[in-house]
């Protein structure tokens, strides 16, 4: 079990409000991710669910049990912190072993269950080694290590991945969903890397300023974001927004095409314009192209395009794909 | 750039200073121990002659050697216990957030700054002081007798006295150690089910090893020459019940004007000030690698 439900929580820091009120509802087994540009309050949400924050004024409940008031320990979540919060001075078995040598388990049992763990994690050669002598992504999975054998009733991540390395980093998104799946314990994961939250949740919560922007499936806020912030946020490269008599045209204060749903052309179309910078991926191009009424608009084209800086294109749109905005920057539907 | 020609040069350039250096140490410790092999009393002058080791002989045979060496022992382990003991739970208290902190921070390190000989008048005079003294008020406030703390408990009184002039230390070493361990380690604790105690014996404790080192080895160096808080309160009085080896020392060459014996008490000294600290560095000395 591993049922959090957040109602009306707040969080002020003296007079500065973090977290205008907030209602959320995180399902058994889910995998939600809080995903928010820097200083918008997530990781402030996951140490208020953690308890190591307590809240102004709302409630929380773990498992319909009213947890608000609950010392971290007893709300029976793990967390995995970003710095991962190893202990140096203990070998990683000591440091798997700490949270059940807490929970007063005798060694044998103690032992079985690290080992145990360590043998998931693929960390047995390193249990007698200190964190010191551990890679990055070792140390990583010490850290889960230390939060899987309490068997938790969720696992809270906070940007658990920013401090390896690109490569280092798909693994372990990886690895952490493949936990997912043979887990089937609920996990809140903060990541400010929609790709990261794209890649792993089952549910996403887009943040701004403590305040809850959206909430749903990975492709439910790519197909129809809730407004611009949302649609700017979600997708890379991220969504060209254009105003002004293209707007008014289709009724709205601003409108917004994806990158990958822009068709090029160098004879005729929609937007003319020339290209600033061409990025060849191999498998993608992204051409950076100056339109003429003045806007930029990024362009995706799959596999090798034979363009370069200078080239003069034209561009165009799916209408079922340009999303508009108002004048607040709420979707219209 | 270390070429082999740049390194002899290099070589060439310091040798002067480690030159200066050896002679500064060579040559006092030479001459002491020329002395201690002389039959060398001040009240005799020119009447030195060769005795070889008989000032050793008497030194360490005199009774007064092993008291002095017991309390040279006390008053270091005594020291220490308080300051390090002390100076964790000051650290402790000072590291939590409160109103005025940088005045008390800067409060709580002054003693450090009041030199031996004041600090220990201080001490006699206004708190130890049977008559006069503040401890002896309280104590006939409480309607008991007034304690005579240097004449009844004059090595536990200087004790106390020294240890309050390295409390500061202790206590500044200490608390910058705690301010440097990672707040999240205490987070991950506290999620790992571990109470303050166990966070206090299991994160803070081992992470401030290295502090309490360091401070554990200072202060062994400075106390084993503890010399101005006990002349200037008990003369190493009663008796010889707050003698060191320092003072002893001092007693021997400049109250009984026997430099020979002094130089000699002076030679054991050093000895046994590298006995303590190769004892030390074998024990403790590991936590400061890596």
Same mark, same amino acid.
């Given at each position: ?8 929580? =707040? &969080? ?81 078995? &000591? ?23 360590? &043998? ?15 890679? *990055? ?78 909430? *749903? ?46 068709? $090029? ?15 060849? $991926? ?19 084209? =799959? ?6 800086? *200078? ?23 | ?34 002395? !201690?092999?002389? @039959? ?22 005199? #009774?007064?050697?092993?008291?002095? /060496? !017991? ?8 020291? /220490? ?37 004041? !600090? ?25 007798? #007034? ?7 004059? /090595?536990? @009184? ?46 803070? /404790? ?46 021997? !060459? ?37």
């Amino acid at each position: 079990m591993g049922q959090i439900s957040l109602t009306q929580v =707040t &969080k002020s820091f003296g007079a500065t409000e973090v977290i205008p009120p907030l209602d959320l509802e995180i399902n058994d087994g889910e995998f939600v991710v809080f995903v928010g540009p820097s200083g918008c309050g997530k990781s402030t949400l996951l140490r208020l669910i953690a308890g190591l924050e307590d809240v102004s004024s709302g409630a929380i409940r773990i498992d319909g049990i009213n947890a608000t008031q609950l010392p971290p320990a007893r709300r029976g979540l793990a967390m995995v912190f970003q710095s991962y919060a190893l202990y140096p001075h203990m070998s990683v078995r &000591k440091n798997i072993a700490f949270p059940l040598k807490m929970a007063g388990l005798p060694e044998d049992e103690r032992n079985r269950k690290v080992e145990a763990a360590a &043998k998931v994690l693929n960390l047995t050669p390193y249990l007698e080694r200190k964190p010191g002598q551990l890679s *990055g992504g070792q140390r990583q999975r010490v850290a889960i290590g230390r939060a899987i054998v309490r068997e938790p009733k969720a696992f809270l991540f906070d940007e658990p991945l920013s401090n390896l390395d690109a490569a280092l980093r798909v693994n372990m998104r990886l690895e952490i969903s493949e936990l997912h799946q043979s887990l089937k314990t609920t996990m809140v994961y903060v990541t400010h890397d929609q790709v990261e939250a794209m890649t792993m949740a089952d549910k996403i919560v887009v943040l701004q300023a403590g305040r809850i922007e959206q909430v *749903g499936s990975p492709l439910d806020l790519y197909r129809a974001p809730a407004n611009q912030f949302v649609a700017g946020f979600i997708g890379s490269p991220r969504m060209n927004f254009l105003t002004g008599p293209d707007a008014d045209a289709l009724g709205a204060a601003t409108i917004g095409v994806r990158p990958e749903h822009l068709s $090029l052309s160098t004879t005729e179309g929609r937007w003319k314009g020339r290209v600033g910078v061409a990025e060849h $991926l191999g498998s993608d191009t992204f051409l950076h192209v100056h339109i003429d009424t003045g806007h930029n608009m990024t362009v995706r084209l =799959t596999g090798e395009a034979a363009l370069k800086a *200078g080239d003069t294109v034209y561009l165009s749109a799916d209408p079922q794909r340009i999303h508009r905005f108002n004048a607040n920057g709420l979707a219209i539907a | 750039m270390s070429t082999a020609h740049s390194r002899a040069a290099a070589k060439a350039m310091i040798s002067p200073a480690v030159l200066l250096l050896l002679c500064w140490m060579i040559v006092p410790l030479s001459m002491t121990v020329y002395f !201690s092999l002389l @039959s060398y009393n001040l009240l005799m002058p020119g009447m030195e002659e060769w005795i070889g080791l008989t000032n050793y002989e008497f030194f360490l045979t005199d #009774p007064a050697f092993f008291t002095a /060496l !017991s309390n040279t022992l006390l008053l270091v382990g005594g020291v /220490l216990l308080i300051t390090v003991v002390g100076g964790i739970l000051l650290a402790l208290l000072l590291d939590q957030p409160f109103f005025g902190q940088g005045i008390v921070r800067i409060l709580v390190i002054a003693p450090f700054f009041v030199m031996p000989t004041v !600090s220990a008048l201080v001490w006699k005079n206004m708190f130890m002081n049977p008559v006069n003294g503040l401890f002896a008020y309280l104590a006939k406030f409480l309607g008991l007798a #007034p304690f005579d703390f240097l004449a009844h408990a004059p /090595l536990l @009184s200087i004790i106390l006295i020294v240890a309050w002039g390295w409390l500061p230390f202790a206590t500044l070493i200490l608390l910058t150690a705690l301010q440097s361990l990672n707040p999240e380690e205490l987070e991950a604790a506290e999620m790992d089910g571990a109470g303050s105690l166990s966070r206090f014996f299991y994160i803070v /404790l081992p992470h401030l090893a290295r502090a309490v080192t360091v401070v554990v080895l200072i202060q062994t160096i400075f106390l084993l020459s503890v010399f101005a808080e006990i002349l200037v309160t008990t003369n190493g009085g009663p008796g010889t019940a707050s003698t060191n080896i320092t003072y002893l020392v001092y007693a021997q !060459s400049l109250l009984q004007f026997d430099v020979g014996g002094g130089s000699a008490g002076g030679i054991v000294a050093v000895v046994l000030a590298n006995i303590v600290a190769f004892f030390l560095m074998r024990m403790i000395g590991k936590n400061l690698e890596a």
